[in-house]
T-cell receptor, first 110, second 112 residues
Framework: LAKTTQPISMDSYEGQEVNITCSHN???????ITWYQQFPSQGPRFIIQ???TKVTNEVASLFIPADRKSSTLSLPRVSLSDTAVYYC???????????FGKGTMLLVSP | NAGVTQTPKFQVLKTGQSMTLQCAQD?????MYWYRQDPGMGLRLIYY???????DKGEVPNGYNVSRLNKREFSLRLESAAPSQTSVYFC???????????FGAGTRLSVL
């Protein structure tokens, strides 16, 4: 699996847009980019997945530039309940194991 | 709409005791996984089962055994618990060939 690099932590305030960037310089042609969210005392939860350009769902948007060496998870108008650890993973559609790094701890304050 | 169910939620063991962590999923997924998560760390894969009847080692399999009892259930056994196995254990499942995994709530294990 391609190695990923993301910030250890980020701070934000309620109502702001938060962008978390993940670097994956050695991403392979068949790799997808997947983001998970983990709240304290819970298991990770799938947020969004993309291959190129932009993907949007009811929770977040994922922006992927043409070279695919990085990706940005965008959370619109965060609330206190978005405080969590966010993990970026890269791998091909068929891979059966996941490698989680330490993720990005997002703290949203009032 | 249970998804992935893990039991127990909490457990305290003494060094040398054995126990089995249970996991069941109701999504008819073929693949199941066991991870451990230590404080401040990401998840590390212990064992996985790509399909019923098969199991494979992950990144940190030493000290653990698994059983894929049927398509729904995948158990993790600690034969002789050690303090280094104090951790939070997560079970997950996915469709075969899918890289989107669904996680249980976790089992918090302390080994004294």
């Amino acid at each position: 699996l391609a190695k990923t690099t993301q910030p250890i932590s980020m701070d934000s305030y309620e109502g702001q847009e938060v962008n978390i960037t993940c670097s994956h310089n050695n991403i392979a042609t068949n790799d997808y980019i997947t983001w998970y969210q983990q709240f304290p005392s819970q298991g990770p939860r799938f947020i969004i997945q993309g291959y190129k350009t932009k993907v949007t769902n009811e929770v977040a948007s994922l922006f992927i530039p043409a070279d695919r060496k990085s990706s940005t998870l965008s959370l619109p108008r965060v609330s206190l309940s978005d405080t969590a650890v966010y993990y970026c993973l890269v791998g091909d559609e068929g891979y059966s194991t996941l490698t989680f790094g330490k993720g990005t701890m997002l703290l949203v304050s009032p | 709409n249970a998804g992935v169910t893990q039991t127990p939620k909490f457990q305290v063991l003494k060094t040398g005791q054995s126990m089995t962590l249970q996991c069941a999923q109701d999504m008819n997924h073929n693949s199941m996984y066991w991870y451990r998560q230590d404080p401040g760390m990401g998840l590390r894969l212990i064992y996985y089962s790509a399909s019923e009847g098969t199991t494979d080692k992950g990144e940190v399999p030493n000290g653990y055994n698994v059983s894929r009892l049927n398509k729904r259930e995948f158990s993790l056994r600690l034969e002789s618990a050690a303090p280094s196995q104090t951790s939070v254990y997560f079970c997950a499942s996915s469709e075969a060939g899918e890289n989107i995994q669904y996680f249980g709530a976790g089992t918090r294990l302390s080994v004294l």
